[in-house]
């Protein structure tokens, strides 16, 4: 799968690409869906699917260092179950479809989750065992386009969770998931010698985004600094749904 962007297209992509790294440092989540939804204005999204899942790995062994108490290893193994049968049904659909049904499913998937993650949906106890194994199932599925963060995110948000164990576990979960989807991008196209190209460039931009997002040097309240990351998001999967429409 050849990618050939013009200069206003790379410059897009590189400050996409910083602020989705700064966004993720700053709030835990998010980078692969913005990296996702900002190709989708400029290019064939699936272009960004195996180097971003390449940068999330990268970004999430940056930020191993002392989280290991805080990870929630049944929810992790619960879920990577889930994604195991989910992830190859997502491929499968979304590599059988032209670009344009891919820039618009992928669109049209990040503005439902941003309804999810905006409306504040609330459980008033933790979700074990089944529930875990569900999202898993469906962070497989959306890990197709490299974004089952998302799910996860929305699941996890709609529980009491400490802010560590939220945050360590989603750390712990992705570099395991996309182990196990490595090869099956390579199976179905996604991973050329242009993916690993873009990643090298692209890596000292997200470390830098991610290093500064994690050391909080905005002053915002994390929940309000979220609510701006969603509202970007949806703007940015708005614009790529509009494309696809028009074509």
Request: glycine share 12%; net charge positive; with cysteine.
């Amino acid at each position: 799968m050849a990618l050939d962007l013009s200069l206003a297209a790379t410059v897009w992509m590189a400050v996409a690409i910083l602020v989705a790294a700064f966004i993720r440092g700053y709030s835990g989540f998010g980078y692969s869906a913005i990296v996702i939804a900002a190709a989708g204005v400029v290019t064939n999204p699936l272009h960004f699917v195996a180097t971003v899942v390449i940068l999330e790995s990268a970004m999430s062994l940056q930020a191993m260092r002392g989280i290991g108490p805080s990870i929630d290893w049944s929810r992790v193994w619960l879920m990577l179950a889930g994604a195991a049968v989910g992830l190859p049904l997502g491929l499968w659909a979304l590599t059988g479809v032209s670009e344009t049904t891919a820039r618009a499913l992928i669109s049209g998937y990040i503005l439902l989750m941003c309804g999810v993650l905006l409306a504040g949906w609330r459980l008033g106890r933790e979700v074990r065992g089944g529930g875990n194994l569900a999202v898993g199932l469906v962070s497989g599925v959306a890990n197709a386009p490299g974004m089952g963060g998302l799910p996860v995110a929305a699941f996890f948000a709609a529980q009491p969770m400490a802010a560590a164990t939220f945050r360590a576990t989603l750390i712990a979960y992705f570099p395991l998931l996309d182990l196990y989807a490595a090869p099956l991008y390579w199976w179905h196209g996604l991973i050329g010698w242009h993916t690993l190209w873009i990643a090298l460039a692209a890596l000292p931009l997200t470390f830098l985004g991610n290093w500064l997002g994690s050391r909080h040097f905005l002053k915002t309240d994390p929940g309000d600094f979220r609510r701006f990351a969603i509202l970007l998001l949806a703007g940015l999967a708005s614009l790529g749904l509009v494309r696809a429409v028009l074509g």
